[in-house]
Structures are given as structure tokens and as C-alpha cells.
Nanobody
Framework: QVQLVESGGGLVQAGGSRRLSCAAS????????MGWYRQAPGKQRELVAAILSGGSTNYTDSVKGRFSISKDMARNTVYLQMNSLKPEDTAVYYC?????????????WGQGTQVTVSS
């Protein structure tokens, strides 16, 4: 079984920064991709940023130039550095990982961490 544990959420003022972390644990043979999604009240969950095992990244347009995703595969950890935060970035942020583990290949989710940006 693979578990993802997120940290770093909280309350921040508009224009501020926050760094989210997500650590994967369990019997992991390979992590093909890790990413961050978010879900605001009344909205669908959306992909914010993703990073593949080779290092290529992908961002949703609304965060390009403000957010940066990175990884430390020695620690099976992915980070999301969020700068110039806006009130519209307020959401629950979820970590996702596509993992090859002892139980096969699958997608796993963290429990979510709330980020609230005050104006």
C-alpha cells in the first residue's frame, strides 16, 4: 500500500508565498509522475502542476510563472512552491502520484491540505 502525506497548507496573505510538500511511502518500485490538484468550493478538482520521472513539468495556465513543482526522488517527495498567491488560489490542494508498487501500478491521493489566501 502506498500513502501520500501532504503538508504546508495554511493561511497566507495575497502576494505571499507558500510551499507544499508531499511524501510518498510504502513499497514503491517506481514513481512515474507526481502532481498537485486543487479543488475550490463549488468547483471541480483541477490539475495545478505535474512532474514526470524524467523531470518534465506541466502547469495549468493560471499558475504559470507563479508556481513551481519540483521533486526529490531520493525521498519520494514532491514540492509545490507557490508565489504571488491570489485569493482565487484558495482551495484544498491534493497530491497525486502514479506509482508502481508491490500491489501493481496505480494512482494514489493524499488527504488534501487547505490553502487560504486572504485579500
Amino acid at each position: 500500500q502506498v500513502q501520500l502525506v501532504e503538508s504546508g497548507g495554511g493561511l497566507v496573505q495575497a502576494g505571499g508565498s507558500r510551499r507544499l510538500s508531499c511524501a510518498a511511502s510504502g513499497t514503491i518500485f517506481r514513481i512515474n509522475a507526481m502532481g498537485w490538484y486543487r479543488q475550490a468550493p463549488g468547483k471541480q478538482r483541477e490539475l495545478v502542476a505535474a512532474i514526470l520521472s524524467g523531470g518534465s513539468t506541466n502547469y495549468t495556465d493560471s499558475v504559470k510563472g507563479r508556481f513551481s513543482i519540483s521533486k526529490d526522488m531520493a525521498r519520494n517527495t514532491v514540492y509545490l512552491q507557490m508565489n504571488s498567491l491570489k485569493p482565487e488560489d484558495t482551495a484544498v490542494y491534493y497530491c497525486n502520484a502514479h506509482v508502481v508498487g508491490s500491489g501493481g501500478t496505480g494512482d494514489y491521493w493524499g488527504q488534501g491540505t487547505q490553502v487560504t489566501v486572504s485579500s
